[in-house]
């Protein structure tokens, strides 16, 4: 009898236990399901693994049992990590993490640290954050996020000015590597393309010791997104008001038809993803096509300049300003296939073609292209060693595109060649050692060397970099990095680089020190153009690279809502090349002689009150000390974004309604201009100032089932426009309404 | 028997021959207008930037005139319009040895001239020509020319390199040899994007009326 009883006991039980194996994972504020959310068992053991994800209503089952470790984790949530002790019915939480202290960076190390641990203040821009103000380019989320960054117009395009410094100082990566192809010193802002991005991270500081050439003042790092789910769709589009309608009534028989129409494009942005994450293999495609309207600036009047102290005025006569108009596509393609948990390959490839626009009737255009492809293998063969061999190619091509022939010509090729190898060995859960060899193959072909023919140049880097991360005390932490580059014209060239981190309850306070270096580039080295035989423009073979020592010390809150930090550095940049005139103006030589002194201070701040608002913004102050003469482009001593946000989220519907502002602040600078007076020609040298000035901009982004998003806003509301327009103030056209919608599956 | 072939194939000839001008008359009075109104498209060459030598161009061929430059086109007949980069000259007035003249209609829609006035003909006189770029900024020389070519183009010289759009206007003038044409400047470059090409749409009235139809 008491058998009996036991054994159906046993049976009901084991019934029981089958049935309410499921459990749920919901969110701890707001107690609605997390979908697709990560599940890890591990199996003490036998250190094996297994991987599983919550479905649409959060819901989920265990793979092992008694004895195994559970890990859930999601973006802007704290990983969950607990050990499990029975298999039952449970409902697990995840606790938002906001303020992505526990999101994992990889920039400031090369390796996997939560953000609230990485040596070198990290700054994170989340996916999250750049869908719900329905950015659509980089720079719109940049300029947001990170204060004193600006984007100017020059002649050639664009060119970035953060915090000081220019595009030389600054490395932008696409998922760690370097991207070819730049049009004066800048890279082709175009090919980054935000639905496909996980996050940003930015690294500010000498990052050389990592990245080599370029990383002087600071690291962009942009990862793109996987493929999480089984399957999955996006689809997206933005239409924003066109900057300016420059033929409104353009017939199709006009003579410059083809011209005149491609002036006027529609500012639209239109993206479609795709992906898939079945058993080893997952995979994601991509496709981005876009377009906007070319505009013309025009200075609100002409500016008279007075020399009082030789009775003269200069006039500076009110000026045109043509920003060019484009349009694009991009698709790019990812792949990875798990042959098992210690063994996985990832290849890539992505393709970009970019038509620009301008103002000048002469029956040509710019075309831009480029192809990149990549791949690695990682190999964890212990959980102590994780190595990784990757390449990666990146063309970047320019033609003049002939509208009346229907031909292009080549005019600019550039490619990057860059294997790598990178081992990171856990001595003990304290003591990283990480140690890396790669090779990087620089490659131009320009009608810039030369001035008439296209010829072409090429550069060969060999890299060695070793980096121990030490966990000192359980408060203090020590990385040290070195970093040898051997470059085919100037040698050997050491990068190093220290950094103390000090955590004391919720405080972390850091000291870095760096060198960073930027190789002279093959135009800086090979150019020899003599242009109309007035002057030449020379290269030097033997340049040096520039150099810098970046020095910071920062200190950092995080408690519960609230996260500030601030920074304060010293840049002291040396051997700059720059062009100087030599030979009675007949030669423009490329030298390394400039020096200045970059110092500042950066505050960031990320603050979340009454549950639904989140406030959030940085201030930035720059003292710029450069030794030459003209201050062309300044940046402004003062400069500060802020951004305030009202989040509700419901079972079935999200709002958020976020207003934002990035305020500039005065500039002054000395300039020159040469004039005829009393016979001779004499630099006069007067004061220009520009009056601080803001932008702000209104999103309101709507959510329904999760699935469906729309998205009304309002860039520059109060209808900023600059009086004067030049490579010191915004280009901004004025006030202009978009809507977003977006759709995933 | 040979005389006899003689005047068969002499007989046949003249046959031939009379029937052949029937033929071209035939067509002269098929196609009135149209077949006196040469019309083309052209595109010159480039001229030398500083330098005074201008690119000449003759209705009557269609073509530019080889072997003209600063020493003898003030004595030469046959061209009717030259360019120097943005500047013009007509074989006229200050510019020439011809009866050339030109007059803006301000007109784009080309179509739509069909006639000259030739009281509105301007003669040529002088224009400044770019020498050089010196300290001081360009430096002049004065040259014989035509300055109601000054509005073929719109040029901003404020942006780099300078941006030059054809305004369209329609220009009537009269040629060397008295004869009427209109051309419309279509653009500064020719089909590379390459500058200082100028290209135009001309039609000339070949029987020396002042009708352009």
Redesign the interface.
């Known amino acids: 009898m008491k058998h009996i009883f036991t054994l159906l006991l046993l049976h009901i039980s084991a019934i029981l236990i089958a049935q309410s194996n499921k459990c749920i994972l919901l969110d701890k504020e707001s107690n609605l399901p997390i979908a697709y959310a990560n599940i890890c068992f591990e199996n003490i053991e036998e250190t094996t693994k297994q991987y599983t994800s919550t479905s649409i209503d959060g819901s989920f089952e265990y793979l092992m049992g008694n004895n195994s470790i559970i890990a859930i984790s999601y973006v802007g949530y704290k990983t969950y990590i607990d050990t499990i002790h029975q298999l039952e019915s449970k409902t697990f939480y995840l606790i938002p993490d906001f303020l992505n202290l526990e999101q994992v960076v990889v920039t400031a190390t090369r390796s996997n640290k939560l953000l609230k641990d990485a040596p070198v203040i990290t700054q994170l821009i989340s996916a999250k954050r750049i869908e719900d103000q329905g950015f659509t380019n980089v720079q719109e989320v940049l300029n947001a996020e990170i204060p004193g960054l600006e984007f100017q117009t020059v ?1 050639f395009g664009t060119d970035i000015n953060m915090q000081g410094l220019n595009s030389k100082n600054i490395l932008i990566l696409i998922d760690g590597e370097q991207m070819a192809g730049e049009n004066g010193n800048n890279i082709d802002y175009s090919r980054l393309n935000t639905n496909n991005i996980e996050r940003i991270e930015i690294v500010k500081g000498a990052s050389s010791a990592l990245y080599g050439s370029q990383a002087m003042g600071g690291v962009i790092n942009i990862i793109t997104k996987s493929s999480r789910k089984k399957f999955d769709i996006q689809i997206g589009g933005k239409i924003k008001a066109n900057n300016q309608l420059n033929y409104p009534e353009l017939k199709k028989d006009d ?1 410059d038809y083809f011209y005149k129409s491609k002036l006027d494009l529609l500012n639209l942005n239109l993206n479609a993803s795709l992906g898939f994450n079945i058993n080893k293999i997952s995979g994601r495609t991509d496709f981005t096509a876009k377009s906007s309207d070319a505009y013309q600036l025009i200075d609100a009047y002409d500016q008279y300049i007075d020399i009082t102290n030789v009775d003269t005025t200069i006039i500076i ?1 009110a ?2 300003t ?1 920003i060019d108009g484009y349009e694009d596509f991009t698709i790019s393609q990812k792949l990875k296939y798990k042959f098992s948990n210690k063994l996985e390959l990832n290849a890539n490839g992505s393709f970009y073609k970019h038509n620009r626009y301008d ?6 255009y710019d075309n831009f292209n480029d192809i990149t492809y990549g791949a690695s293998i990682n190999y964890k063969p212990n959980k102590k060693l994780n190595l990784r061999a990757s390449f990666n190619s990146d063309t970047y091509y320019k033609y ?1 595109y ?1 509208e ?2 229907d031909e292009k ?1 080549l005019n600019y090729k550039n490619i990057f060649f860059n294997p790598k190898l990178i081992g990171i060995y856990n001595v003990n859960n304290k003591h990283t050692l990480t140690s890396g060899a790669e090779f990087l193959h620089e490659y131009l072909l320009t009608d810039k060397f030369t001035g008439d023919t296209v010829t072409a140049k090429s550069v060969n880097t060999s890299v060695m970099f070793a980096q121990d991360d030490i966990d000192i005390t359980n408060n203090i932490n020590l990385i040290a990095g070195l970093r040898a580059d051997y470059h085919s014209t100037f040698g050997l060239h050491i990068s190093p680089k220290v950094s103390i981190m000090y955590k004391y309850k919720n405080h972390r306070f850091r000291l870095n020190y760096a060198n960073g270096f930027r190789s002279p580039t093959l135009k800086e080295l090979y150019m020899n153009w003599n242009l ?1 035989g ?1 002057f030449t423009i020379k290269g030097d073979e033997n340049l040096q690279p520039e150099s810098n020592q970046y020095l910071s010390a920062s200190a950092e809150y995080s408690h519960k809502n609230l996260n500030g930090s601030v920074n304060i550095y010293n840049n002291w940049f040396k051997n700059k090349i720059v062009g100087e005139w030599q030979d009675n103006q007949t030669v423009y030589q490329y030298v390394n002689v400039g020096h200045s002194t970059l110092t500042g201070l950066e505050f960031l701040l990320k603050y979340r009150f009454l549950k639904y608002f989140n406030i959030s913004g940085g201030y930035s102050y720059v003292i710029d000390q450069r030794n030459d003469e003209n201050q062309m482009a300044s940046s402004s001593p003062h400069a500060a974004n802020f951004r305030i946000e009202y989040g509700l989220s419901k079972k079935f519907y999200n709002l958020n309604i976020i207003i934002s502002s990035k305020i500039t602040g005065a500039k002054n600078y000395s300039t020159y201009k ?1 004039v ?1 007076y009393q016979g001779d ?1 004499t630099k006069f040298w007067y004061n220009v100032h520009y009056d601080p000035y803001s932008i702000w901009n209104l999103s309101i982004s709507q959510k329904i089932y999760n699935r469906f998003s729309l998205i009304i806003g309002i860039d520059n509301i109060l209808d900023y426009k600059a009086e004067i327009i030049n490579f010191n103030t915004s280009i901004n056209p004025g006030r202009r309404v978009f809507v977003s919608v977006r759709y995933e599956l | 028997m040979t005389k006899f072939k003689l005047t068969t194939v002499l007989f046949l000839a003249a046959i031939l021959s009379i029937t052949a001008c029937k033929k071209d008359e035939e067509n002269n009075d098929d196609n009135t207008d149209s077949s006196t109104l040469k019309t083309g498209t052209v595109t010159l060459s480039k001229s030398e ?1 500083y330098k005074d030598d201008w690119v000449y161009f003759s209705f009557a061929s269609g073509k530019e005139v080889n072997g003209i430059d600063s020493t003898n086109f003030n004595s030469r007949t046959d061209w009717d319009i030259a360019f120097h980069s943005r500047l013009g000259r007509t074989n006229g007035g200050n510019s020439g040895v011809g009866n050339a003249g030109v007059f803006d209609t301000e007109i784009t829609d080309y179509s739509s001239i069909i006639h000259v006035d030739t009281n509105l003909l301007m003669s040529d006189t002088t224009v400044q020509l770019i020498t050089g ?1 010196g ?2 900024g360009p430096t002049y020389k004065t040259v014989a020319g035509n300055t109601t070519f000054d509005s073929a183009f719109d040029v ?1 010289y ?4 300078p ?4 305004t ?1 206007n329609t220009f009537v003038l009269r040629t060397a040899d008295g004869k009427y044409a209109k051309i419309q400047i ?8 390459k ?1 200082g090409h100028i290209t135009f749409k001309y039609a000339y009235q070949t029987n020396g009326s002042t009708d352009l139809k």
């Not at chain 2, 941006?163 to 054809?166: F, V």
Request: glycine share 4%; net charge negative.
């Open positions: 002649g003579d006569p000026a045109t043509n103002f000048h009737n002469d029956n040509k003049y002939f009346k022939l010509e109309l007035m040469d005829f020609f | 930037m770029i300290n001081m901003d404020t942006q780099h390199p941006t030059y759009t054809a369209k279509q653009s500064y470059f020719d089909e590379y994007g500058s």
